[in-house]
């Protein structure tokens, strides 16, 4: 039961560069979500989606863009990176609006 | 705007002790509060949701409380063990689909 799936697991971009995150669930869940966790500012929504086909601005959107093609993946673009992207990014998947949230093990990414 | 608050940031105790972790929000309009722990270099894991409607949930040695008039929550570790040695955070929902993050709690539970 692999759950959500984050690739990659590591990455080390020159600024400028582009890449796309991937999150994988095979939960069937509807809502999907991109995470950034810093030191001292915690976990902040960058982008998410309430079913296949839709997406949605959360709080730090600028810088990235995202698709939910499929209901099972949802991926994170950067196009070009900036070093203030450095960070640990975070997918989670959940059911429904009341259920529990489920996260992959997260992409450390370091942008130079 | 929301803001939710953990604290202490860092928390050392002996194995055996029973603990209490706090969570304050500051809208008590959430639809539900959830409790997570974090291991070094991992991900989340959910531990404990309560919905707005509930006073308590409880899994093993852990319980959490919701207290939304005073928004507060606590999640109480019974008999700590150092496997519990973890970063816990706490999650309002706001709105139909936002969760709002504390930045979390360092337990360290030493033998």
């Known amino acids: 039961n692999a759950g959500v799936t984050q690739t990659p697991k590591f990455r080390v971009l020159k600024t400028g560069q582009s890449m796309t995150l991937l999150c994988a669930q095979d939960?069937?869940?509807?809502?999907m979500y991109w995470y950034r966790q810093d030191p001292g500012m915690g976990l902040r929504l960058i982008h998410y989606s309430v079913g296949e086909g839709t997406t949605a601005k959360g709080e730090v959107p600028d810088g990235y863009n995202v698709s939910r093609l499929k209901k099972q993946n949802f991926l994170l673009g950067l196009e070009s990176a900036a070093p203030s992207q450095t960070s640990v990014y975070f997918c989670?998947?959940?059911?429904?609006?009341?259920?529990?949230?489920?996260f992959g093990n997260g992409t450390r990414l370091t942008v130079t | 705007k929301q803001e939710v608050t953990q604290i202490p940031a860092a928390l050392s105790v002996p194995e055996g002790e029973n603990l209490v972790l706090n969570c304050s929000f500051t809208d008590s309009a959430i639809y539900n509060l959830q409790w997570f722990r974090q291991d070094p270099g991992k991900g989340l894991t959910s531990l404990l949701l309560?919905?707005?409607?509930?006073r308590e949930q409880t899994s093993g040695r852990l319980n959490a409380s919701l207290d939304k008039s005073s928004g507060r929550s606590t999640l109480y570790i019974a008999a700590s063990q150092p496997g519990d040695s973890a970063t816990y955070l706490c999650?309002?929902?706001?709105?139909?689909?936002?969760?709002?993050f504390g930045t979390g709690t360092r337990l360290q539970v030493f033998p």
């Open positions: 309560i919905q707005s409607s509930q």
């Open positions: 999650a309002v929902r706001r709105g139909t689909d936002k969760l709002i």
């Open positions: 939960m069937n869940h509807e809502y």
């Open positions: 989670a998947s959940r059911r429904g609006s009341d259920s529990p949230l489920h």
